[in-house]
Each structure stands twice: as C-alpha cells, then as structure tokens.
C-alpha cells in the first residue's frame, strides 16, 4: 500500500510541477500589462481600466468556449485509460475542428458584439476608447487562443504536463517581451518609443500564435504515432461521428457553467467600473493578486483532472480515490503557504502593480481579503480537477449555479444595509465586492464537496 501511495504521489508531483511553473508566469503577463499601462503617462487609472475592460470583453467571449480545453482534456484521459490511442486523435481533431469555426465566427462578429457589450458596461468614455482599441487589436489572435485550449487540454488529458507548461512558457515569455517592446520600445536603442498602448495588445496576438506554433510541433514530433495515417478528411470525419454529438451534449452543462464564470466575473468587473478610475484600478489590481494563488494550485487541479480521467478510464477505483485524497493534501499545504504569503507580502505586491501612489494607498485597506482567499479558494479549484476529469459536467454545471445565487444574494444584501447606514459607499462597496466573490466560492465549495459520492 505504501508502494502504491508513493508512486501516486510522484505522478501527482509529475503533473503538477510543470503545470506550476508555466502558471507562474500566467499572472506575470497581467501584471506587467497593467504594470506598463500604469507607466506610459501620468493617467495610470484610466489605462489600467482600458486593459481590465478590455480583458473582461474577452473573457466574456473565451470563457464562453472553456469546454475546449475541459471536454477535451476529460475525454482524453479517460480514452488514455482505456488504452484507445485512436480515440485520443479524434477527440483533438474534433477539439481543433471546432475551435477554429468558432474563431471564424468571433472575428465576423467583433464590431456587433463589442456595440453590444457597452450596451451594459458602464464605464467613463476614455475607458471606454481604451478597451475598445485594445479589443480591435486582439481578436485577430482568437484563432491561436482558441485552438490552445483545445490543445492544451489535450495534453494534460495524455498525462503530459511537460508539452502543456512549455506551450505556456512560450506563451506567456512572449506575451511579456512583446507587450514591453512594443508599446514602450526600447528607449536608448534608436529613435522608435513603440506603439503606445496599442502595444499591449498586439504583443498578446504575437505570443498566441508563438503558442500555437510550438503546440502543434509539439503533436507532430512527439505524437506522430497517434496520428499516423491521419488526413485532413479525418479531420471533417470525426466531426460528424456520433461521438461529437456526445461532445456537444456534454459541453451544453460545460457551457452554462462557463457562462456562470463569466456572469460573476463580469458583475465582479462592471460593479467596480460603476464607481470611480481609481477604484476600479483597484478592484481590477486585488483580483489579479487574488488569482496568484489560483494559479499555483491549478497544477494540482490539472493533475486531478488527468489522473482521475485516466483511472476511471482503466475502472482503478482505489487509485482514484488514493488520488484524490493526496492531491487535497497538496492543494491545502499550497494554500497554507499562500496565506502566509499573501500577510507579509501584500504591500510590496501592490506597489510592484502600479507606481500610482493613490491605486496603492486605496488598495491598502482591501488587503486582507487577500489572505482568507487561499483557505476559501483551495477546495473549489481542487475539486474543479476532479470533476473535470471524470466529466461530470452536470455536477459542476450545478455547483456554478448556486455559486451565481450566493455572489448576487450577497452582494445584493450588503448595498441594501449599506444604502440604510452613513458608510463611505465607494470604498465599502468594493468590500462588499470581495465578499460576494467570496461567497460564490464558498457556495462552490459546499456543492462539489457533498455530491463527491457521484465521482467515487
């Protein structure tokens, strides 16, 4: 038994260090864009609400189609177990197929659907031209961004976190270099200062296509038997197989929980952008630091989500539930770790934020939220891996809902105590905020934890 727990333990470690090391960088790419906003002109504020605006319009498209990394990593996995390599290729052609329709049709759309957002984003008009500038530049990259789900998941589904953190690390390194140079240039090195703030998003449409370059060598070198034999025709075949209506069916709980992100995470952005610049760089500012620690025991969750795929697949019940167990183990020394972090860490981190004086002393008093966020957050993203990987979409799909009901009950509640008492509404109202965000994951956690019967 001890044998068996070790090797458990090792695989979970081979998963999910790479996993954590790309995801380091993950938050580097926001912050330094926001940190290169925060330094092209004394406007701090309004440029760092362009970038979060225009971040939010994206996730409000991408998160829509997250069952392209989800479905495929889950399906993968489990046809891993199984030992069925064949299925393994038609699950990614079918993943790619779709992605790249639906980039074709975002990028037909873009203008519609960017009239139709600030139909409901309230925002000052600088911010406005800021995020719209940003979102024009952008899509161009939704081909590339939507097929690295796709491929993404499909790694982590054949238990190979290597190929999936170097994708990333192209990614994100890119993403950095590209951003810096070309909107501040290199000052020192010749007459040209970069584009500005446009600069910010055509380096993310550089490091996407960096991305899918080195994802797809990375299938035909090293996936090259998988996929031997295989045409384009295949491709178009597998598309119309019935086990692609199977996918969609499944992604339809993967959709709605999708969209229930994206109704908490956009509420969360266009609350905050109903009050002033300065606190909306802050909210924006204390959600990216929020997900510091997300980030971190994501790795663990993706080797959840491949593990727990691969021993359903191969109906190993006892090193599935081993699994579980010891990836909890992990994720909760990672959160152990992340609170002490967070308590003597936090001030430095604002300031490495923005050079913005005002942003940082208004950020100041929001700071602890920062360290109840990893104890609250550690069971939801954990079980999120789980789930995934033994695609039981209907329970998550479900935990996401009630998630939605706790953030809006929440918020709700509070602005009506606070509309009956003489507190300072702006700022309170951004305490109000990150606790309804953290409500909904308290909700989450709840759910996923007491319908853990259905996976076991």
Known sequence: MGKQTGKINAEILRLAIPSILANITVPLVGMVDIAVAGHLTVNAATLIGGISIGSMLFDLLYWNFGFLRVSTGGLTAQAYGKGDRGECAKVLMRSFGLSMLIAVALIVIQWLFVQFAFLFVKCTPEVR????KYFFIRIWAAPATLSLMALKGWFIGMQDSVSSMTVDLVVNGVNIAASIFLAMGLPGFGRWHGMGFSGIAAGTVAAQYAGLITALAFVGVKYREVFSGQRMKD???????RETRHFMTMNR?????SVCFIVIYIGYTMISARYSDILLASASIMMKLLMIFSYFTDGFAYAAEAMTGRFIGARDSASLKTTIRY????????????????WFGGVPMLRAMTSDSIVVDCCRQY????????PLGVIAFTWDGVYIGATASRQIRNAMIWSVAAFFIVWFAGMA???????????????????????????????????RHSIL
């Open 129 to 132: 031209a800021l995020a719209s």
């Open 235 to 241: 491709i178009v075949s597998a598309l119309k197989e």
């Open 367 to 374: 700071l602890p939220w920062l360290i109840i966020m990893p």
């Open 327 to 342: 990836v909890f183990v992990w994720s909760i020394s990672i959160a152990l770790l992340f609170t002490a972090i967070y």
């Open 417 to 451: 105590l606070l509309r009956n008492s003489d507190a300072d509404g702006g700022a309170n109202c951004i305490h109000l905020l990150l606790g309804a965000y953290f409500a909904h994951l308290v909700a989450r956690s709840i759910h996923l934890t007491l319908q």
């Open 253 to 257: 709980d993967l959709f709605i929980r």
